[in-house]
């Protein structure tokens, strides 16, 4: 059954800690995406990946750090330099180019105590 | 800078009617519009993609249309069901920055 997966479902952090989403595919697909989601604005891109070992910044990416070491694969770190993590996170994928449909996974809702 | 907007927020409806959502953006050099449909503390469930080549899509109960031009596209919902209640995402691909530009939705309650 293929898909995105997501977990944990939900998290808590700390202030000052640094936290890792996960997000895993067994679509094949060659490109993943994050993105964040807050009430009453549309979703906003984290960081973006096209190919393995290689990532690019979204319009957010301050606080966050990612890595792709596999193709499957795209954890997002929340860096305690993120002012204002409490957020819905989705992971989403693709196929390479432009013509592509972008696939989602159920989300990460982080929140800040 | 794409902008995608979504009007109105919230949509009530009795359940049985054919609605219409809209969608504008603001940049027509896009390589394809996807619809979504979000319920609540979930993730995006996609509808419908439409390249910018194509006018319109269909699947089930639901036609998408596109009319890349005027920076317009419609979502149409035939015979609406109380399960139809979410909220509908629009979103353009640019190709910068390999991105989706989303609006912020349209609030849909279908009453029984």
């Known amino acids: 059954d293929g898909g995105i997966t997501q977990s944990p479902k939900y998290l808590f952090r700390k202030e000052g800690q640094n936290v890792t989403l996960s997000c895993e595919q067994n679509?094949?697909?060659?490109?993943m995406y994050w993105y964040r989601q807050d009430p009453g604005q549309g979703l906003r891109l984290i960081y973006y990946?096209?190919?393995?070992?290689?990532?690019q910044k979204g319009d957010i990416a301050e606080g966050y750090s990612v890595s792709r070491e596999k193709k499957e694969s795209f954890p997002l770190t929340v860096t305690s330099a993120q002012k204002n993590p409490t957020a819905f996170y989705l992971c989403?994928?693709?196929?390479?180019?432009?013509?592509?449909?972008?696939?989602f996974g159920p989300g990460t809702r982080l929140t800040v105590l | 800078k794409q902008e995608v907007t979504q009007i109105p927020a919230a949509l009530s409806v009795p359940e049985g009617e054919n609605l219409v959502l809209n969608c504008s953006f603001t940049?027509?050099?896009?390589?394809?519009l996807q619809w979504f449909r979000q319920d609540p503390g979930k993730g995006l469930t996609s509808l419908l993609l439409?390249?910018?080549?194509?006018r319109e899509q269909t699947s089930g109960r639901l036609n998408a249309s596109l009319d890349k031009s005027s920076g317009r596209s419609t979502l149409y919902i035939a015979a609406s069901q109380p399960g139809d209640s979410a909220t509908y995402l629009c979103?353009?691909?640019?190709?910068?920055?390999?991105?989706?530009?989303f609006g912020k939705g349209i609030t849909l309650s279908v009453r029984p």
């Open positions: 990946s096209q190919i393995v070992n290689d990532f």
């Open positions: 439409i390249q910018s080549s194509q």
């Open positions: 679509l094949n697909h060659d490109a």
């Open positions: 940049d027509s050099a896009i390589y394809n």
């Open positions: 989403a994928s693709s196929q390479a180019g432009y013509y592509n449909e972008q696939f």
């Open positions: 979103a353009v691909f640019t190709g910068a920055n390999s991105k989706l530009t």
